[in-house]
């Protein structure tokens, strides 16, 4: 008999590993929840005429179709088939797609329930999407992404909201991280200053590996995408600024001058960085000019997360975009947004172990079980317990002691409750420490604080 398997880019995750997920999940969604973000869900499947067209032809290709329920061959000619045109067939025997990001559910949900949103609407959704991209490490064709937007308001103090929430979440599960923030209206105004206005996405492309090819291989790159070497010559001050981040901002100011949309993007950074500094946040905040994510999509703000201690790309990352719902038909809402790398950011706590210990497991209290009087004398002090919030279970069956007490040790569980014919006389309960060895006698109303107590050190 064939053994059972999952497709390609797809994971099964075990109890312990789905209690670490959602320690980030919940931890993602309590700050959501502290800055007044309200959640939303959108279906797994959306009509592919919603998703066709908005992630390129490149994501068009990346998108899981869905064939239409019952004889999905009936709207197909002879001719047709015998065509073999994939990409056309696809087209008439599915309607339907799995999602492909959360981004573009929600501007049809904002374009479908606008009479019933009140703008600014600050929205959190956090549900996996799929894409049929090639499978490799760290990259699935399933995978869980933690949005949050606000849309229908221009003002930059949403940007500075989005920096506290990343830094908020951060400092909380413990990883030490550098929030970088750049412009596009900056970008714009550079390739705008240099004379190659059309040339933005090749020259911030090149600009983006200066850390990995050095200035001389950057140069290169631009000289062969047809940049003017007065262009590449001009450019040469703008890619080498260094100092803090005001001393950038200066002679930004300075360097961009005569564009217009340029010096907007300085004084866009400038409030940003101002209003975070402020706010006395606990991770760095620093200008990146060769931070160019998304170059398309975003129209002002762009923000990357990197984690300072482990090798591993952007942990988080979003930006302000001016038309989010224009592709409805509901032109002018602008929006800025954040997406959390739920899977990047699991290994990050990983590899520097700062998940908590009592991710381990879920149970805190196992009753040994004897026999059917005991049972019974048990089942009300469980049912108490559990009133009381405590995790507890009563083994089913009246197995061997030893047996019992290896299913505690398997699952991680810290105490493990006796209750035989003494323990029933006297009232009391044979309390074990699995971790020390420990055994105490005490009273039923006893046992809750103990292990609370054990748990909370």
Request: proline share 3%; aromatic share 8%.
């Amino acid at each position: 008999m064939q053994k059972p398997t999952i497709p390609k880019g797809t994971r099964d995750f075990s109890p312990e590993e789905t209690a670490k997920r959602n320690y980030i999940f919940d931890t993602i969604r309590e700050v959501y929840r502290l800055y007044g973000f309200r959640q939303i869900e959108t279906p797994a499947m959306e009509n592919l005429s919603t998703l066709m067209g908005k992630y390129g032809e490149e994501g068009d290709k990346l998108l899981f179709k869905i064939l239409n329920s019952g004889d999905f061959l009936a709207s197909m000619s002879e001719a047709d088939l015998k065509e073999g045109n994939a990409a056309r067939s696809a087209t008439r025997i599915s309607e339907k797609g799995l999602r492909y990001d959360l981004t573009v559910p929600f501007a049809r949900y904002v374009v479908m329930h606008r009479n019933e949103i009140t703008f600014p609407f600050r929205r959190y959704q956090i549900q996996p999407v799929w894409r049929a991209d090639r499978p490799q490490k760290g990259r699935y064709r399933e995978f869980f992404q933690c949005d949050a937007d606000i849309v229908g308001s221009d003002s930059l103090l949403n940007e500075v909201e989005l920096v506290q929430i990343i830094d908020e979440v951060f400092t909380r599960l413990g990883i030490r991280v550098a929030v970088k923030l750049n412009n596009r209206k900056i970008l714009s105004g550079i390739a705008e200053i240099i004379g190659e206005a059309d040339k933005i996405t090749d020259i911030t492309v090149a600009i983006d590996k200066l850390d990995k090819i050095g200035l001389e291989k950057v140069n290169e790159e631009l000289a062969s995408k047809g940049i003017a070497r007065e262009a590449i010559d001009r450019l040469q001050p703008i890619i080498l600024l260094s100092g803090s981040t005001a001393e950038k901002l200066t002679r930004l100011r300075e360097l961009l001058a005569s564009s217009e949309t340029g010096t907007k993007g300085v004084e866009e950074m400038a409030f940003i960085i101002a209003k975070t500094e402020a706010l006395q946040l606990r991770n760095e905040v620093e200008l990146d000019l060769t931070l160019a994510r998304g170059l398309n999509y975003y129209t002002g703000a762009i923000i990357e997360v990197k984690a300072l201690d482990a090798q591993i790309g952007s942990i988080t990352g979003g930006g302000r975009y001016d038309n989010l719902t224009g592709i409805f038909g509901l032109p002018g809402v602008s929006g800025v947004g954040i997406s959390f790398g739920a899977d990047r950011i699991y290994d990050v706590l990983t590899q520097l172990e700062l998940f908590p210990e009592s991710f381990s497991h879920t149970t805190e209290l196992l009753f040994v079980n004897f026999g059917e009087r005991e049972a019974d004398w048990l089942l009300p002090l469980v049912a108490q317990l559990r009133r009381d919030g405590i995790c507890c279970e009563l083994y089913p069956e009246s197995a061997k002691m030893k047996k019992q007490l290896s299913y505690a040790d398997s699952n991680r569980i810290p105490f493990v409750a006796m209750v035989g014919e003494n323990e029933m006389k006297e009232g009391r309960i044979t309390l074990k420490n699995m971790q020390s060895g420990d055994q105490t006698s005490v009273a039923p109303d006893e046992v809750a604080a103990i292990v609370r107590g054990r748990l909370n050190q």
